[in-house]
């Protein structure tokens, strides 16, 4: 049996304001930079206030520990592996972070002149050059500010084409293996979606066929799919959908199965988004700053949003805001740019080389974990797969033991949870992604967390049912989290 998750101090943390003591202080500030109440209220004026801001009052001792024994109580990709399918939760290399707190990039105002920030506006030009190539697009949009927000700026330059085309197309096709976002897209959009089956879990063309028809504005594709297949037939797709004036939409949130390997663009592709928190290594999770650009091909040009970062003659960079046909700003300047100075770090760091490697190690981590599964655990599609795959709990279901209890009892062995219930398409789905960050040691670790669970449901359900138990807390009542939530204290 694997040895279970370490279990090291575990604080009873109360919340920050039930601490510390009136007038106890962690600031030094010299008194005579402070102003008298009077003075205050002339320089605020309607800003000031007469009561108490009821903050906490605490030394810098209970500060530090306050928050470093709240960070202590998570987990996170540097505590150890978490094989979320679909969110490609790797490990963000350190030098990418150490980029993008240089002074230079990280003390820069959007507000300060052209002339102040070439450095900064050649990043991105240089930035947006090199995604464009690893897809096999013309060109590069970075200001969409998450991949679900890529996703609504690509459909409404799909909608602003067909628009200065003549046409008023109003449907979208999506496949049942396309990303769950995709249809809030469409809604956003004014758009409707007409899903339709993927057998086996990729399109068929002969499935297609039947959709494909003069109101169809675009196929929204996720390849390789959520099910961690690869879409084989996707130039010839790509021909039937262009035959009929739509275009094609590719969701390239799993581009780290591709990446130097194969160029969308090259499939078919016409417009696609990046998550750059998912194949470029920069953060994920925690609620942003995220970053999803657009990738395109020459004839969305028209359409993409401003401003533009344009090379000059001289050498110099500029931001063009003349395009008459633009979807106009998706977000407030010009994206999360911290982020991108982390994905072209990565770029810069891993080369051409480097980057195709990335792919090969996502896919042979993939496929190890699969092989060393599949005998135990139920496995949706048991043929060679991208960078994920899909297990099921169906072999438990006498036990009671469910895909959470399972996902709950991870916690006990020292690994995060893999997406759990999803994609739908499969019941009582685990989306397995290891990424390439994780080494053989760690892949095995993971495979006897694995087997001793299922050992253990059929065994000693109630271990599993009630899991976890090596942690500060033990199972939450989620669904009265959900319905019930305590925003404020």
């Known amino acids: 049996m694997p040895a279970t998750g370490t279990q090291d101090f575990a604080f009873n943390e109360p919340l920050v304001f039930e601490q510390g003591s009136p007038g106890r202080t962690g600031v030094s500030a010299p008194t005579e930079t402070i102003p008298n109440a009077a003075d205050a209220k002339t320089f605020l004026g ?3 206030r007469d009561d108490s801001a009821s903050l906490p009052e605490l030394s810098e001792p209970e500060v530090v520990r306050h928050f470093v024994r709240l960070s202590q109580q998570n987990f996170s990709i540097d505590t150890g592996m978490v094989p979320l399918g679909s969110c490609t939760m790797k490990y963000n290399p350190k030098v990418n972070e150490w980029a993008a707190r240089l002074s230079g990039f990280a003390d820069l105002h959007p507000y300060q002149n052209e002339d102040h920030i070439q450095g900064a506006l050649e990043l991105m030009f240089r930035l947006e050059r090199a995604l464009a ?5 013309d060109h590069v949009s970075l200001q969409p500010a998450a991949g679900a927000q890529g996703e609504l700026t690509a ?6 084409y067909h628009q200065a085309k003549g046409r008023s197309p109003k449907t979208v096709l999506v496949p049942e293996t ?3 976002t995709n249809a809030a897209t469409c809604a956003l959009n004014g758009l409707a979606v ?9 399109i068929h063309i002969d499935e297609l066929e039947k959709h494909v028809t003069d109101d169809v504005a675009a196929i929204m594709i996720t390849n390789p799919n959520t ?7 996707l130039p010839e797709i790509a021909k039937l959908v262009h035959d009929k004036g739509a275009l094609v939409f590719g969701d390239g949130a799993n581009l780290n199965a591709l990446m130097g390997k194969a160029r969308p663009g090259d499939l078919g592709v016409d417009i696609m988004q990046f998550n750059l928190h998912k194949t470029f290594t920069t953060p994920h999770g925690g609620g942003g700053p995220g970053c999803g650009p657009v990738a395109y091909k020459q004839h969305l040009d028209d359409f993409a949003p401003i401003p533009v970062v344009k090379k000059l003659e001289d ?4 931001l063009d805001y003349e395009r008459a046909q633009s979807i106009g700003r998706i977000r407030s300047f010009y994206g999360n740019f911290g982020m991108m100075v982390r994905a072209y770090t990565y770029i810069r760091e891993m080369g051409a080389k480097g980057l195709a490697e990335a792919t090969e190690g996502a896919v042979l981590n993939a496929n190890y974990l699969r092989s060393k599964l599949k005998d135990t655990w139920d496995l949706a599609y048991d043929r060679l797969c991208m960078h994920e795959f899909i297990a099921s709990d169906r072999h438990l279901k006498s036990t009671g033991v469910t895909t959470l209890d399972i996902a709950k009892r991870l916690m006990d062995y020292g690994f995060h949870a893999p997406t759990v219930y999803w ?4 019941k009582g789905a685990m989306l397995i992604e290891p990424t390439e960050t994780e080494s053989k040691q760690s892949l095995d670790l993971f495979v006897e967390a694995m087997l001793a669970i299922s050992d253990e449901a059929q065994n000693s359900p109630e271990l599993v049912k009630t899991a976890p138990h090596n942690t500060r807390l033990k199972r939450l009542d989620e669904t009265q989290a959900a319905r019930n939530p305590v925003l404020r204290y």
């Open 133 to 137: 190539e690893i897809v096999g697009m």
């Open 178 to 180: 396309a990303h769950g």
């Open 315 to 318: 050498e110099r960079f500029t």
């Open 46 to 48: 309607d800003f000031f």
């Open 194 to 202: 007409k899903a339709f089956s993927a057998p086996e879990g990729i």
């Open 423 to 426: 994609p739908l398409v499969v």
């Open 227 to 233: 099910v961690g297949l690869f879409e084989q037939q």
């Open 155 to 160: 459909l409404m330059m799909i909608r602003a």
